[in-house]
């Protein structure tokens, strides 16, 4: 029996945690499809899709990477080997990028399945993860966004801009009035004028004290000259009454 194979690939909104955790959550995995799904998440666990319509076992797990299952529906022929679903997950810009590898597909049935998966799980994770992303982000719609009180907001931040300004005045009048304080600064002019003052009094003082020592050696010389002289004569007078 001929078998046939198919290729699919399409960038989703999520991480590739998010996608791997979603495709192997039975939950999760029944609101992308919209119909009942049970999962279990470990290798060698059974997978029931679309209320027990597709079906198979998980072959290999690589958390946020690779899923690798057996799948078969009520539509394969009797005695039809199960296909082989591969699921790749590749981080990229804008999301990751999601590749489905299905092969063993019976002959004939290809395209039903293109269609399946495009239409029950790629656009459904496309939608999910977009709108999970908005809210997470907190987009709003066209009409919140003309309800979003902007004004509020900014009042707060001029006040505190007007503060500043004010404390940046002050240092700028503390530095006009440094100067002011600094006009003491010629008492060096004040301690010079003494200096001048003092030099003629001190030489003032040494002309008298100089002065005085030569008036009084020229008296104290013509005093004792003649107390020297008297005696002198007086001896003299004993030798003129010599005899005649």
């Known amino acids: 029996m001929a078998h046939e194979s198919l290729s699919l690939s399409e960038l989703i909104p999520a991480t590739e945690e998010e996608i791997y955790a979603a495709w192997l959550n039975s939950e999760t995995h029944a609101a992308l499809t919209g119909d009942q799904a049970s999962i279990e998440p470990v290798i060698g666990g059974r997978h029931s899709t679309f209320g027990g319509y597709a079906q198979g076992a998980i072959v290999e797990l690589q958390p946020g990477r690779r899923i690798v299952q057996t799948w078969r529906t009520d539509d394969f022929p009797e005695g039809s080997p199960d296909s082989r ?11 990751t990028m999601l590749t489905l590898l299905h092969t063993d597909i019976p002959g004939g049935q290809s395209d039903n399945y293109r269609d399946g998966w495009v239409k029950y799980y790629f656009d ?3 939608r999910f993860f977009g709108d999970k992303r908005n809210v997470t982000a907190g987009a709003p719609d066209d009409d919140t966004d003309v309800d979003l009180p902007a004004p509020a907001p900014a009042a707060p931040k001029k006040k505190p801009a007007a503060k500043l300004t004010a404390r940046a005045k002050t240092p700028v009048k503390a530095a006009a009035q440094a100067p002011v304080k600094a006009k ?3 008492k060096p002019k004040r301690s010079a004028k003494p200096k001048a003052k003092l030099a003629p009094r001190s030489a003032a003082k040494k002309t008298k004290a100089k002065a005085k020592p030569k008036a009084k050696a020229p008296a104290k010389a013509a005093s004792k000259r003649p107390k020297s002289a008297r005696p002198a004569r007086a001896k003299k007078r004993p030798m003129a009454k010599k005899k005649r």
């Open 184 to 186: 003491p600064a010629p």
């Open 85 to 95: 679903l591969e699921l790749t997950l590749e981080a990229t810009v804008g999301g």
């Open 124 to 126: 459904p994770l496309k």
